[in-house]
């Protein structure tokens, strides 16, 4: 059986990112076609573009400690992802989808943003400096994602769902 240290755990935790960024790019065009803001639809098309760069960044990850890029199920992400699936489904149709499928963009970001920061501490731990730059650099987007998407929740996609109560 192979060592199991900080190594491994972050290799193994690469993998779930990796999963994790593959399937919402995946999930990004449905909850966009789904939304009924056009500011979210568009939220989401910009997330998309960005989360191509994120997959791009983590195969770059993957080359500086020397393993190929590969995948690890990441059943968080699913968890998420068929949450708002549901709520696409459910709510399709009412004000409410907007804030539904915004919250579950959160409850995405808010992973990530837990995965990226703990996998740049790692890269600096274990001394690989670049992949912890590349790490810092998708965690500082995956922040600024989520700010933008409260903005959104705050300004009008919340009051929306709440006047057709």
């Not at 068929?82 to 004000?95: F, H, L, N, R, V």
């Not at 965690?139 to 600024?144: A, R």
Request: with cysteine.
């Amino acid at each position: 059986m192979a060592s199991k240290n900080l190594q491994s755990l972050f290799e193994d935790t690469l993998k779930d990112i990796y999963f994790a960024e593959k399937a919402i790019v995946k999930a990004l065009p449905k909850m966009a076609k789904a939304s009924q803001s056009e500011e979210l639809e568009q939220a989401f098309q910009t997330h998309l573009e960005q989360t191509k760069g994120h997959v791009e960044r983590l195969e770059r990850v993957f080359e500086l400690i020397g393993k190929r890029a590969s995948a690890k199920t990441c059943d968080a992400i699913k968890g998420i992802i068929t949450e708002g699936d549901e709520i696409a489904s459910e709510y399709k149709g009412s004000q409410a989808i907007d804030a539904g499928l915004l919250a579950t963009a959160q409850a995405v970001e808010h992973y990530e943003i837990a995965r990226y920061g703990t996998l740049r501490n790692w890269a600096r731990d274990l001394g690989v400096d670049e992949a912890a730059e590349l790490l810092e650099q998708t965690l500082d987007e995956e922040k600024e994602t989520d700010q933008l998407l409260t903005k959104l929740a705050d300004s009008t996609i919340n009051e929306t769902a709440q006047a057709q109560s």
